[in-house]
Each structure stands twice: as C-alpha cells, then as structure tokens.
C-alpha cells in the first residue's frame, strides 16, 4: 500500500504563509494514476476536504480556501504540495494528504480515499 508522509507544519501568525508537501512511496500503480487530497482536523475532530488534484491536473478547494490556498503536484517526484497564504486562527488544524480514486464523484469526500499520512500540525495565531 502506498505511505504518505507530511512535512511542512508549524507555527505562524495570522497572514503568513506554509508550505505543506507530502511524499509518496511503496505505492502499487503509478503515482500519477492517483487522485490527490488535502484534508485537515480541527479541534472539533471533523475532517474537512481542504483541496484535491486529479491525475489529469483538475483541481477543486473548500470555500473557505478559495484564494488562498493552491495544492499542486509533481508526478516526477511522487509528491503533493498545498501553499497556504493569507492563514487565518481557523487554519489551525492538522493537515493530512490522501490518496485516492480518481474517479471519485466527490473528490473533497474523506469516503473517497483510501491512503493517508499521518498528518502535520499547522498553528496560526492571531
């Protein structure tokens, strides 16, 4: 099965900025093959659909991302990245990478992915 690792978290004021990547290794079928999620748990424990990218590059974001953040992908490195600008204190939460079908109706569905990392903490204060 495919490990996912998350690196890139830390502590930052309100408006600054994070690069989070993800790196993928042991995976059966091609990386490229997969689509690619962020996702992130707060202190409510829900994991919400942050941002996903497609195989063929289509990309789609939560609401109360749109604009400030940008998930992207290098197939050639077998790693996923989400820039984080403009953080805002509700950014605060863990951030996990997914990957999972790329046919998948709902791609911002945690139901819609089969592999995880472990996730990297993101603080922004305020």
């Known amino acids: 099965q495919i490990q996912l690792v998350e690196s890139g978290g830390g502590s930052v004021q309100a408006g600054g900025s994070l690069t989070l990547s993800c790196a993928a290794s042991?995976?059966?079928?091609?990386?490229?093959?997969?689509?690619m999620g962020w996702f992130r748990q707060g202190a409510d424990n829900e994991r919400e659909g942050v941002a996903s990218?497609?195989?063929?590059?289509?990309?789609k974001y939560a609401d109360s991302v749109k604009g400030r953040f940008t998930i992207s992908r290098d197939d050639a490195k077998n790693t996923l990245y989400l820039q984080l600008n403009d953080l805002k204190p509700e950014d605060t939460a863990r951030y996990s990478c997914?990957?999972?079908?790329?046919?998948?109706?709902?791609?911002?569905?945690?139901?819609?992915?089969?592999?995880w990392g472990q996730g990297t903490l993101v603080t922004v204060s305020s």
């Open positions: 997914a990957a999972g079908s790329p046919f998948a109706r709902d791609k911002l569905a945690p139901a819609s992915y089969v592999y």
């Open positions: 042991k995976y059966r079928y091609s990386y490229s093959t997969y689509c």
């Open positions: 990218i497609n195989r063929d590059g289509t990309t």
